[in-house]
């Protein structure tokens, strides 16, 4: 019997929910601090306990998800705990590419692959002397906004880096990644790509609300001019949202681009799974993708009961956590599984 499995965070609510749903065994690698609360949804089977996500690295449990026959379903939290050689080395089926999640966590190279989709992105800048307009600086890896800044000038980049450096946040220049601030509604857009029957799901759309920049507006501009802290983009949660059914074509489009680019820069398998590309629509709905999630998003979370969106695919409630199961179920009834784990 096959279990699906994942760490205690993030989004594994909803993809053990989603897993029992579909009939699977659930597991879940959960910190003890984090026990109690794990403990009271019963669609949660086994409980394997460690001091640190980390410690799936070790042979012992290792052993033990193998025994259960244990796919694990790689979230945020897996890429911002360990490094891409670590991930990569883990020998529990992964479901989806994990060879791909290297090009989510190194900001070059995810700028490479989505310049390779041709989608609109903003323009990043190599040095600081080249700051010129607003930027935004980002860390690598999945830091949730943590330690990221908004600049205008090389002078300014320098004091608010050493701030970061001075607080053990970052070690120096080659922390961060420079780019253009692009300007608009932002939208973070939810996708399946099924290698299966080769179909691209347009599955909803979220946004974030980051702390504590999106607490800023609340304070008048005086107040605001006056206070000397710098804004952090840390996720706190998501809130729904819907689009002009016009700007939908371009949706799919984008998704699709992504995906066939995947195909040709990302062995053995692209794109499979959930994946989110993250952006804004400026005045003339034209979408600014700034980054990219080659894994379910927390922004999910939103649609246990189905989305706006999967309600036209689907006649029962469809979370992405349960799209993630029925996949792996159907792969196992046609022979197929070696096509949706690595
Ligand atoms: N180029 C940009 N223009 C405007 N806002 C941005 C840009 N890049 C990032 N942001 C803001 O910073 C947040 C975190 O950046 P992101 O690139 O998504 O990093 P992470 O990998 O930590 O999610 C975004 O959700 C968004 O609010
Ligand atoms: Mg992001």
């Given at each position: 019997?096959?279990?699906?499995?994942t760490l205690?965070s993030h989004c594994a609510?909803q993809v053990?929910?989603?897993?029992?749903?579909?009939?699977?065994?659930?597991?879940?690698?959960?910190?003890?601090?984090?026990?109690?609360?794990?403990?009271?949804?019963?669609?949660?089977?086994?409980?394997?306990?460690?001091?640190?996500?980390?410690?799936?690295?070790?042979?012992?449990?290792?052993?033990?998800?193998?025994?259960?026959?244990?796919?694990i379903i790689p979230h945020g939290t897996l890429i911002s705990?360990?490094?891409?050689?670590?991930?990569?080395?883990?020998?529990?089926?992964?479901?989806?590419?994990?060879?791909?999640?290297?090009?989510?966590?190194?900001?070059?190279?995810?700028?490479?692959?989505?310049?390779?989709?041709?989608?609109?992105?903003?323009?990043?800048?190599?040095?600081?002397?080249?700051?010129?307009?607003?930027?935004?600086?980002?860390?690598?890896?999945a830091?949730?906004?943590?330690?990221?800044?908004?600049?205008?000038?090389?002078?300014?980049?320098?004091?608010?880096?050493?701030?970061?450096?001075?607080?053990?946040?970052?070690?120096?220049?080659?922390?961060?990644?420079?780019?253009?601030?692009?300007?608009?509604?932002?939208?973070?857009?939810?996708?399946?790509?099924?290698?299966?029957?080769?179909?691209?799901?347009?599955?909803?759309?979220?946004?974030?609300?980051?702390?504590?920049?999106?607490?800023?507006?609340?304070?008048?501009?005086?107040?605001?001019?006056?206070?000397?802290?710098?804004?952090?983009?840390?996720?706190?949660?998501?809130?729904?949202?819907?689009?002009?059914?016009?700007?939908?074509?371009?949706?799919?489009?984008?998704?699709?681009?992504?995906?066939?680019?995947?195909?040709?820069?990302?062995?053995?398998?692209?794109?499979?799974?959930p994946?989110?590309?993250?952006?804004?629509?400026?005045?003339?709905?034209?979408?600014?993708?700034?980054?990219?999630s080659?894994r379910i998003v927390a922004?999910t979370?939103?649609?246990?009961?189905?989305?706006?969106?999967?309600?036209?695919?689907?006649?029962?409630?469809?979370?992405?956590g349960?799209?993630?199961?029925?996949?792996?179920?159907?792969?196992?009834?046609?022979?197929?599984?070696?096509?949706?784990?690595?």
């Amino acid at each position: 019997m096959t279990s699906i499995g994942t760490l205690g965070s993030h989004c594994a609510l909803q993809v053990l929910k989603g897993a029992k749903d579909e009939g699977f065994e659930t597991l879940l690698v959960c910190e003890k601090k984090r026990e109690r609360l794990y403990r009271r949804f019963n669609f949660i089977d086994k409980i394997i306990l460690v001091e640190s996500f980390r410690d799936i690295l070790e042979q012992k449990y290792a052993s033990q998800l193998n025994e259960q026959n244990t796919i694990i379903i790689p979230h945020g939290t897996l890429i911002s705990q360990m490094t891409s050689s670590e991930i990569e080395s883990i020998k529990i089926p992964i479901f989806g590419n994990k060879w791909i999640l290297r090009w989510e966590s190194d900001r070059m190279m995810k700028e490479k692959l989505m310049i390779e989709s041709r989608l609109h992105i903003p323009k990043s800048i190599p040095n600081p002397t080249e700051i010129n307009d607003l930027t935004i600086a980002k860390r690598h890896g999945a830091a949730g906004g943590k330690g990221y800044f908004l600049t205008t000038s090389e002078k300014d980049y320098k004091e608010k880096r050493d701030h970061l450096i001075n607080q053990g946040i970052i070690k120096g220049d080659s922390d961060l990644y420079l780019q253009e601030y692009a300007f608009g509604v932002s939208a973070y857009l939810q996708y399946f790509y099924s290698p299966i029957n080769n179909e691209l799901e347009f599955f909803g759309i979220d946004r974030r609300y980051e702390s504590d920049i999106d607490g800023l507006g609340r304070i008048p501009a005086p107040q605001q001019i006056s206070v000397d802290k710098i804004p952090s983009f840390n996720v706190i949660g998501n809130s729904p949202l819907v689009l002009r059914e016009s700007l939908l074509e371009e949706v799919y489009s984008m998704g699709e681009r992504f995906v066939e680019a995947a195909k040709r820069l990302v062995p053995p398998v692209g794109m499979t799974g959930p994946f989110c590309l993250e952006g804004v629509y400026n005045e003339d709905g034209q979408f600014t993708t700034f980054e990219f999630s080659a894994r379910i998003v927390a922004g999910t979370n939103l649609y246990v009961d189905g989305s706006p969106y999967t309600a036209f695919m689907y006649n029962e409630p469809m979370s992405m956590g349960r799209r993630i199961a029925r996949e792996i179920k159907i792969a196992k009834k046609d022979g197929k599984i070696a096509q949706v784990v690595t």
